[in-house]
């Protein structure tokens, strides 16, 4: 279960992440308002997840399912560059944490 949260966290990451583009934008209320419960709703999971999963593996997987997730979203939501080298250093960041969830 605890895996289940820390892959929530960074989904909820990744909406964070989007909800920044969309208040910088926008710059209204809503769009505030779901960055804060984006970015809650990540930090909530992942505390749940810590609590079972080692801080270092859960920190560095968090943070890779957000920071590649909103690259790829970047790329499919607001046409930012597809470039190779960009899609191989996010299949290396998603390597490591598949690396990190097999020896932990």
Excluded: C
């Excluded at 990451?13 to 804060?36: C, S």
């Excluded at 859960?58 to 499919?76: C, E, K």
């Amino acid at each position: 279960m605890a895996w289940l949260a820390l892959i929530m966290a960074g989904i909820f990451e990744m909406f964070g992440v989007l909800m920044i583009n969309k208040l910088h934008k926008d710059q209204n209320l809503r769009a505030f308002l779901l960055l804060v419960l984006g970015f809650g709703l990540s930090f909530i999971f992942l505390a749940y997840a810590m609590k079972t999963i080692p801080m270092g593996t859960a920190y560095a997987i968090w943070t890779g399912i957000g920071a590649s997730g909103g690259a790829i979203l970047g790329m499919l939501i607001y046409h930012e560059s597809k470039d190779w080298k960009r899609l191989v250093f996010i299949a290396m960041v998603l390597s490591a944490a598949i690396g990190l969830k097999l020896v932990s």
